[in-house]
């Protein structure tokens, strides 16, 4: 199964751009690229997931290249409750039936500051 | 809309205890997931079910078992609790973000810490 990259840790100054890299250079063709962010002392949450079409919603933008090989989550203003690990996540195929199932690695923790 | 309740959000137990989390969605997703989370580390799956009465072990199931009596509700005990199992757990129900099954999101709870002493 295809595995990601992250740098550990990145930070940021309140009110600016912020986009966290990610490569998955063994990423499948029909595998999706999945962002959860955790806060502190919360469970994961869902930030956004694509393709091959850059994505965007009110949380973030996801910006695809066209190799599929890396991606970057953009988030377009930090604020400090943006403060937080961001995962970038493929499927695994060796657990979780036949859906597969996510795996969270250790992530990039982002650091805000005002 | 509750999304996936996880109870209690913390326990203490002695070496050799036995407790059961306790974890329950009301979004009446199939999959339900058990994952630990160490210091500095990701998250382990321990167990999953894909159905209500079908479970399966994932990637550290050892000194854990589970029960999904119904499809609300995925358990996780610990018969014989060990320092090791010192963690913080995470229930997550599976959520489609999309049409077709290659492609769903998980709902996480707001976990249990969990220190054996």
């Known amino acids: 199964d295809a595995k990601t990259t992250q740098p550990n840790s990145m930070e940021s100054n309140e009110e600016e751009p912020v986009h966290l890299p990610c490569n998955h250079s063994?990423?499948?063709?029909?595998?999706?690229i999945h962002w959860y962010r955790q806060l502190p002392s919360q469970g994961p949450e869902y930030v956004i997931h694509?393709?091959?079409s850059n994505v965007n919603n009110r949380m973030a933008s996801l910006a695809i290249a066209e190799d599929r090989k890396s991606s970057t989550l953009i988030l377009h203003r930090a604020t400090l409750r943006d403060a937080a690990v961001y995962y970038c996540?493929?499927?695994?195929?060796?657990?979780?039936?036949?859906?597969?199932?996510?795996?969270f690695g250790k992530g990039t923790k982002l650091s805000v500051k005002p | 809309n509750a999304g996936v309740t996880q109870t209690p959000k913390f326990q203490v137990l002695k070496t050799g205890q036995s407790m059961t989390l306790q974890c329950a969605q009301d979004?009446?997703?199939?999959?339900m997931y058990w994952y630990r989370q160490d210091p500095g580390m990701g998250l382990r799956l321990i167990y999953y079910?894909?159905?209500?009465?079908?479970?399966d072990k994932g990637e550290v199931p050892n000194g854990y078992n589970v029960s999904r009596l119904n499809k609300r509700e995925f358990s996780l005990r610990l018969e014989s609790a060990a320092p090791s199992q010192t963690s913080v757990y995470f229930c997550?129900?599976?959520?489609?973000?999309?049409?077709?099954?290659?492609?769903?999101?998980?709902?996480f709870g707001s976990g249990t810490r969990l220190t054996v002493v």
């Open positions: 997550a129900s599976r959520v489609p973000l999309s049409a077709g099954l290659v492609n769903y999101g998980y709902t």
């Open positions: 063994t990423i499948s063709g029909t595998d999706y």
């Open positions: 694509g393709l091959t």
């Open positions: 996540i493929l499927r695994d195929r060796n657990y979780g039936g036949s859906q597969g199932n996510l795996i």
């Open positions: 979004m009446n997703h199939n999959s």
């Open positions: 079910s894909a159905s209500e009465g079908t479970t």
